[in-house]
C-alpha cells in the first residue's frame, strides 16, 4: 500500500498537472476549480474526474508541462509527470486483493495496483486510468464503480481472470509501459479508421448517396427540419385522419386555456418531471406559472375528485405527516405482491433522500408554460436522434412515424423507468435498429445524450448534464458518438454562434 509520503507526492504532481490542463482548455473557471481542489464540496470529484479526462485525451501537452515547469517541481517529479504519457484509460473489472494489492482485469490482462486504501466490496466494473509510479502501478483516483450481476457473471469472470493469470500479472511500469503504448496505439489507430471512413460517409452524404446498411433505407424525412418534418406528416396524413389530429390539436389548446384542466395538466408534469412531489410543492409550482385561484386546500379536494374521476393519472401517497402527489409507475393503484411493494416503498424513501440534498428544477425552467413533455421532444438532442433515424429507417417500418415512435420510447423508459444506455440500446435492438450503423458507437453516443439531457427523478428534475454543467460552470457539446467535445476557451463556440467559446458558452 502506499505510503503517506508516496500519496502526497502523487497527489501533488497530479493536482499540478491538472491544473495545467485545466489553464489550457478551460474545463472549469481556473479560480472556481482551485476552490474545488481544496474543499471538500461532493462536485470536486466529478469535477477533478472531467479535468483529468482531458489531460489524459491530451497527454502530449505533458511535454509542454514540463519543458515550463510552471510548478517548480524538482526532476524527479518531472521525468514521473513525463512517465504519465503512457497512462492507460480503461473499463476494467476490480477482481479483488491479493498480497496487499488490488487487481484489475484489463484489456485481457491481470493488473496489480498499490492504492492508498483496499476496497472491501466484491468484483464490480470500473473506469479507471492507471499510471505508473515509483516502481509500482496505481489509479488517478477519479475511478468511477458500477455493479457487475455476479450471479450471471461468475463463471465466466473467474474463466477470464484464471487465462490473465496465466499470461502473469502486470506489477510494474517496466511490465506495463509496454502494455499500455501497445493498446494506446491501437485505438489511436482505430480512431484514425473512424476518422476517414467519417470524412468518406460525409462525402458520400453530400453527393446523395444512400449509404444505409442492407435493411435499411434513408426515410422520406431524412434532411429535414422539425418544422419540415411536421408539415410533412401532415401533409401526408389522409383526410379524415388529419381531421381528427387537428381536432385532438385544437383539444389540447383549449385545454389550456380552460383553469381547472391547465391545473390538472400541469400537476401531471409535476409528477412526470420529479416522480414525487407533496402537495404543497405542487401548490407553489403552479403559483410560479400564475395558476392562481385555488387555495391549497382546494387543490387537496380538486386532486382526489380528479383522481377518483380518472382526469389525473396520479396517486397520492400519505407519508411521514405529508401527501405526495406520485407518478403511478412509483405508486400503483392495483395490489402488489408484498416484497415488490417492499421494493416500490424503498424506492420512493431513496427518492426523497436524494430530492432533499437539491433544490427542485422548477416547471418554468423547463418551459414558460411548464410543458415538461413538450419540452423534452423538442429538445436538441431528441432532434438529433429523430434526424440521425430519419437516415436509417428499416426496411419494414413506415418511414412518417418510425423515428418520432422510437423517441417516445426512449423518452419514457429513460424518465419513468429510469433506464441506462445499455438498457436503451436493448430497447433500440428490439425496435429494429440492430445493425442500423456500420459504427455502433454513433447510436450508442446518441441514446447517450438523450438520457443525459432527461429530467432525472433523483436529481428533482435536473439532468445529469444538466448537473454536470453546474459543477464545471460550462456547457457541455458532444461529439455524434456522444464524447464530450474538449473545446478550449479561445476555440469557436460549438454552438455556431462564431464566438470565441471564452465569450460565449464558456462564460
Known sequence: MLTDSQLYRLQDVLGCLACYANDLFGVVEPEQFMNLMESNDPAQVDVIHEVLQTLWGHVDIIDTFVEKNPYDLNNADLRMALSWKDALHSMGVYAGTENGQELYLIEGRLVALEQAELHESGPCLVDITILPFENMLVEDYTSMAMDL???????????????????????????????????????????????MADLDRESRLHAGEDISPEGFHRGQLSGLSREERDAAIMAALPEDTREEVEQQLAEIEAAAADPRLRILRTLEECTFAYGLITIEDAYHELELLGLEGLDD??????????????????????????????????????????????????????????????????????????????????????????????????????????????????????????????????????????????????????????????????????????????????????DDRGVPLKVGRNDPCPCGSGKPYKDCHGK
Open 297 to 478: 386546500q382546494r387543490l387537496d379536494s380538486l386532486i382526489e375528485e380528479a383522481i377518483d374521476a380518472r382526469e389525473l393519472d396520479a396517486r397520492l401517497w400519505p407519508h411521514n405527516r405529508k401527501v405526495y402527489l406520485a407518478n403511478p409507475s412509483l405508486y400503483p393503484e392495483a395490489a402488489l405482491p408484498a416484497h415488490e411493494e417492499a421494493q416500490l416503498q424503498e424506492e420512493r424513501l431513496y427518492l426523497l433522500e436524494c430530492q432533499e440534498a437539491i433544490p427542485r428544477k422548477h416547471l418554468y425552467e423547463f418551459s414558460k408554460d411548464g410543458r415538461v413533455g413538450e419540452t423534452l421532444f423538442t429538445s436538441q438532442a431528441a432532434d438529433d436522434l429523430v434526424t440521425y433515424l430519419n437516415e436509417r429507417i428499416p426496411d419494414n417500418q413506415e418511414d412518417l412515424f418510425f423515428a418520432n415512435s422510437v423517441l417516445d420510447e426512449m423518452i419514457f423508459s429513460v424518465v419513468e423507468g429510469n433506464a441506462d444506455t445499455i438498457d436503451l440500446m436493448a430497447l433500440a435492438e428490439e425496435l429494429g435498429l440492430a445493425g442500423c450503423d456500420t459504427d455502433a458507437q454513433r447510436l450508442m453516443g446518441r441514446l447517450t445524450v438523450l438520457r443525459g439531457s432527461l429530467p432525472l427523478w433523483e436529481l428533482n428534475g435536473w439532468s445529469f448534464i444538466e448537473s454536470m454543467e453546474m459543477q464545471t460552470g460550462r456547457k457541455m457539446f458532444f
Open 149 to 195: 450481476d455476479f450471479a450471471h457473471a461468475n463463471f465466466p469472470l473467474r474463466r477470464d481472470i484464471a487465462v490473465a493469470r496465466s499470461k502473469g500479472i502486470i506489477a510494474t511500469p517496466e511490465q506495463f509501459i509496454p502494455f499500455a503504448r501497445e493498446i494506446n496505439q491501437r485505438r489511436h489507430e482505430a480512431e484514425m479508421d473512424r476518422l
